[in-house]
């Protein structure tokens, strides 16, 4: 258990569907992540909030849409995507243990299929 | 972009062998940490290290944080088949920055 839940674990939808993913985070950390993870790919970093504000997007495409309405929730908005979008979605949050060091815990996913 | 490499990027050996894995950049980070990940699933923290030549155990799990703070080294003594997974690094510097590495996957053959 890791203290970051995502909803829903798995999503298949169609390329003019818009759905929504989900992250919780209850460990009273104040950065939250999405990343994508295709395979046999390294992890990619989407979006970072820190203190509710995106500080981070690593020119990701308009079709997904990150919302972040407190410290302990995430949103990505998915519209109109495409099959190479099928992956999995890896919410995480940070702390920092000392001295601007800091550890990342990730939740358990959500697996995206566009058909 | 600070890359972290990871070597090797496959392994399989026998339950009871004993393995590296290296995580090497050519970036300094203020602290490195372990994940493990298996299928399917979120990568699960293993081990933060801080500090330039640190030493960590975590049962038959060692963690070693270079002198220079640019590599860190994972060493599993024993292998069992639960330890099967894909192995990654991750290296942060000031601020919420994470950089992964490429990680290694691992199969431990009963």
């Known amino acids: 258990e890791t203290g970051v839940t995502q909803t829903p674990r798995h999503l298949v939808m169609g390329m003019t569907n818009k759905k929504s993913l989900k992250c919780e985070q209850h460990?009273?950390?104040?950065?939250m992540y999405w990343y994508k993870q295709s395979a046999k790919k390294p992890l990619e970093l989407m979006f970072v909030?820190?203190?509710?504000?995106?500080?981070e997007n690593n020119s990701v495409p308009s079709r997904f849409s990150p919302e972040c309405p407190n410290s302990s929730h995430l949103f990505l908005h998915l519209h109109t995507l495409q099959p190479e979008d099928s992956a999995l979605y890896l919410c995480?949050?940070?702390?920092?243990?000392?001295?601007?060091?800091?550890?990342?815990?990730f939740g358990p996913g959500t697996r995206l299929t566009v058909t | 972009t600070q890359l972290l490499e990871q070597s090797p990027q496959f392994l399989s050996i026998q339950e009871g062998e004993n393995l590296t894995v290296y995580c090497n950049s050519s970036s300094v980070f203020s602290s490195l940490q372990w994940y493990r990940q298996e299928p399917g699933e979120g990568p699960v923290l293993l081990v933060t290290v801080v500090t330039g030549g640190e030493v960590k155990k975590l049962k038959r799990l060692t963690f070693q944080f270079g002198d220079a703070r640019k590599d860190s080294s994972l060493h599993i003594t024993a292998a069992q088949t639960g330890d099967t997974g894909l192995y990654l690094c991750a290296g942060s510097n000031t601020g919420n920055q994470f950089y992964f590495g490429t990680g290694t996957s691992l199969t431990v053959i009963p």
């Open positions: 460990l009273g950390h104040n950065a």
């Open positions: 909030y820190s203190l509710e504000e995106r500080v």
């Open positions: 995480a949050s940070s702390q920092e243990v000392v001295g601007n060091s800091y550890e990342q815990y």
